[in-house]
Nanobody, 116 residues
Framework: QVQLVESGGGLVQAGGSLRLSCAASGSKFSINVMGWYRQAPGKQRDLVATITRGRDINYADSVKGRFTISRDNAKNTVYLLMNSLKSEDTAVYYC??????????WGRGTQVTVSS
């Protein structure tokens, strides 16, 4: 069973920055894709960014140019640097990890609140 532990959420003013981290443990197989998703109240969970083990990256259009995803394969950790935060970025941010073999796993989420 893969466990994901997220950290780094919090309250920030509009225009500010936050850095999220997510460490994965317990996987029998190397983790291929790691990513961040977010869910605002009353809305569906949406993709923010994903990164493969080979560092192929995909961003949602709404965060391009403001957010940067990165990972440390040796530590099975993925990061999300969020700059120029807007009130519409307020959501619970979830980490996901998909091993080469097996299902996708999810973290419990970390709250990000951007005050305007």
């Amino acid at each position: 069973q893969v466990q994901l532990v997220e950290s780094g959420g919090g309250l920030v003013q509009a225009g500010g920055s936050l850095r999220l981290s997510c460490a994965a443990s317990g996987s029998k197989f190397s983790i291929n894709v790691m990513g961040w998703y977010r869910q605002a109240p009353g809305k569906q969970r949406d993709l923010v960014a994903t990164i493969t083990r080979g560092r192929d990256i995909n961003y949602a259009d709404s965060v391009k140019g403001r957010f940067t995803i990165s990972r440390d394969n040796a530590k099975n950790t993925v990061y999300l640097l969020m700059n120029s935060l807007k009130s519409e970025d307020t959501a619970v941010y979830y980490c996901s990890a998909t091993p080469y073999i097996g299902p996708e796993y999810w973290g419990r989420g970390t709250q990000v609140t951007v005050s305007s």
